[in-house]
């Protein structure tokens, strides 16, 4: 007669029925509810914090391309020697034909944009408020072209103007106190070149437009000045500082860095958003990976105690699985019954977990405003953490790997004692009975 297959009907009904059974019945021991809700909470709490560390890698990248070059080709400074003086002198890089250089990199493959810019820091100022600020002279096609800055819903004011004044961040607007329509003056230290030396340069510019790039250091401190009117404030009449590159696909922007090189010529340097903000997205890497080990001890501490309450219930089953074996079960049939008591342990508690989890991800939002607002504003600080908001975006892996990784702990705990079931004597076991 052949054996009945592994893991047959009989052995989840019998296991399924210790685990409904009533205590006093030797069922479900008060240990097998902690560890029930201990991987409910472990699991729960694992796809939160991936959901959130996601989010806000995902917010804090978009901010980056949102509002930044993928790529920027620049000239380096040389050196050269002046005989009149006998001193050696350092000439920045400009670029000169920043117009032909401009468009031979945007015929290079995959990249969608190539613009020259002009750079400089100033001292922003209305009234008795000052704020150290950079000037960034752009055209108002680039400018439209950028999602954060030409985002409607986060700006005041109307592009189109742009031309007749500037484009500041609301952090800025708000510590100069400044609104659309405004006067705010730029001061710079490099200006008109006199006989007696160079003299800082003061300029009022009207505000045209107040964006929001989502990012607290950008919205504090950027100004977008037109392209013309920056070379003539910064002094850079026919030239360029860099020519700003975007490519089709950012994550993968390095690709493009020995192209750019090659059509910059021997003086061309390039400087790519992972170069700008690398060390800090390998830091959320290294975090990330961290906060997965501590919350899968924490499921860990939480599968032992599925060991524990197993135990009991092995010990409160002995007359019931020496029965069992003097009817013919095998010790592999018993060693799956138990396995089967702790893997549905296991396997309830994750699914509660996920459940419990993908709500908390889905209101992240919500939970954090009522935490600022119960704390004053104090929960998150834009300052510190350099967005605004605390987003959670969830993901299929991290779901996987916050499953598998319950499952797979619930699962080996619960061997040990199902192993020390299926070796239990049937004779020691009935000899009192």
Same mark, same amino acid.
């Given at each position: 007669?052949? %054996? ?10 019998? $296991? ?32 939160? *914090? ?17 509002? !930044? ?15 009149? *003086? #006998? ?37 922003? @100022?209305?009234? /008795?408020?000052? !704020? ?6 752009? *055209? ?14 986060? %700006? ?47 300029? %009022? ?11 607290? /250091? ?11 009117? $920056?070379?003539?404030?910064? !002094? ?18 390095? /690709?493009? *860095? ?18 700008? @903000? ?26 032992? !105690? ?13 007359? /019931? ?39 908390? @991800? ?9 935490? +600022?607002?119960?704390? +004053? ?5 834009? %300052? ?33 004692? $199902? ?8 004779? #020691? ?5």
């Amino acid at each position: 007669m052949a %054996s009945p297959r592994p893991f047959s009907r009989y052995e989840f009904m019998i $296991a399924w029925r210790y685990l409904r059974a009533r205590r006093a019945e030797g069922g479900v021991s008060v240990m097998t509810w902690i560890s029930l809700i201990g991987i409910t909470l472990g699991v729960m709490a694992l796809i939160a *914090t991936l959901a959130v560390r996601a989010g806000f890698r995902a917010e804090y990248v978009d901010t980056i391309l949102g509002a !930044n070059a993928h790529s920027t080709v620049y000239y380096g400074p040389t050196t050269f020697y002046n005989e009149l *003086t #006998e001193e050696n002198y350092i000439n920045p890089g400009r670029i000169e034909d920043y117009d032909a250089l401009a468009a031979k990199i945007a015929q290079i493959p995959g990249v969608t944009r190539a613009t020259p810019v002009i750079r400089g820091q100033v001292m922003a @100022s209305q009234g /008795d408020a000052a !704020n150290v600020a950079e000037v960034y002279g752009v *055209t108002l096609d680039v400018l439209s072209s950028m999602e954060r800055i030409a985002d409607p819903e986060t %700006s005041a004011g109307n592009l189109a103007d742009f031309d007749r004044g500037v484009a500041i961040g609301i952090g800025l607007a708000r510590e100069l106190g400044l609104m659309v329509g405004g006067k705010i003056q730029l001061t710079a230290p490099q200006g008109a070149k006199t006989p007696f030396g160079t003299t800082p340069r003061r300029e %009022s510019y009207d505000v045209a437009y107040i964006f929001s790039a989502g990012r607290y /250091d950008i919205d504090r401190t950027r100004i977008y000045m037109p392209m013309a009117e $920056a070379q003539s404030f910064f !002094n850079r009449e026919g030239v360029a500082d860099e020519i700003e590159v975007f490519v089709t696909d950012p994550e993968r922007v390095d /690709d493009w *860095t020995l192209p750019l090189l090659q059509a910059a010529g021997e003086r061309g340097q390039v400087w790519t958003w992972r170069d700008a @903000s690398g060390d800090f997205l390998r830091a959320l890497d290294i975090e990330d990976n961290v906060m997965f080990l501590i919350l899968g001890i924490l499921v860990l501490i939480a599968s032992m !105690n599925i060991t524990s309450g197993l135990i009991m219930l092995v010990k409160n089953k002995g007359r /019931d699985i020496g029965i069992l074996r003097t009817m013919g079960l095998t010790e592999g049939a018993v060693l799956r019954v138990f396995f089967l008591c702790g893997a549905f342990t296991g396997v309830i508690g994750t699914i509660a977990g996920v459940v419990l989890g993908v709500i908390l @991800s889905l209101n992240v939002e919500h939970i954090m405003a009522f935490l +600022n607002w119960a704390s +004053n504003g104090g929960a998150w600080n834009a %300052s510190v953490r350099g967005i605004y908001e605390l987003p959670a975006k969830l993901r299929g892996i991290d779901i996987a790997k916050a499953v598998g990784l319950s499952l797979i702990l619930s699962f080996v705990v619960t061997i040990f004692p $199902a192993r020390r079931a299926a070796r239990m004597n049937p004779v #020691e076991a009935l000899r009192y009975e």
